[in-house]
Nanobody
Framework: QVHLVESGGGTAQAGGSMRLSCATS????????VGWFRQAPGKERDLVAA????????YYISSVKGRFTISRSDAENTVYLQMNNLKSEDAAVYSC????????????????????WGQGTQVTVSS
């Protein structure tokens, strides 16, 4: 069974950077496509970024394109979300999730396609 642990959240100033990590235990990350979701109070959960199992394909929500980068290190069983030029609207609880795909290049875009979720990490952006 996959267990996900997120880390790296906290408070950053607007315009600053932060890197989130999502590590697995129990199974190897290379078996899964991975997504980072976020949910702010009173708002819906959004898929922020996603990466295919083979890392050939990535997805970003339009509001973070050019600022966020999702990457994976299967050797470290970890997926990262590098967040640069943070804005107040980026503040939310960020959660990583994994879903198995037979197609190594497939991006999972719907939350229902993800089978295991982390506990979430709070990102706060101060002005």
């Amino acid at each position: 069974q996959v267990h996900l642990v997120e880390s790296g959240g906290g408070t950053a100033q607007a315009g600053g950077s932060m890197r989130l990590s999502c590590a697995t235990s129990g199974r190897i990350m290379s078996n899964y496509a991975v997504g980072w979701f976020r949910q702010a109070p009173g708002k819906e959960r959004d898929l922020v970024a996603a990466i295919s199992r083979n890392a050939d394909n990535r997805y970003y929500i339009s509001s973070v394109k050019g600022r966020f980068t999702i990457s994976r290190s299967d050797a470290e069983n970890t997926v990262y979300l590098q967040m640069n030029n943070l804005k107040s609207e980026d503040a939310a609880v960020y959660s990583c999730a994994v879903g198995f795909t037979f197609n190594g290049g497939l991006i999972l875009r719907d939350a229902s396609q993800y089978t295991t979720w982390g506990q979430g990490t709070q990102v706060t952006v101060s002005s």
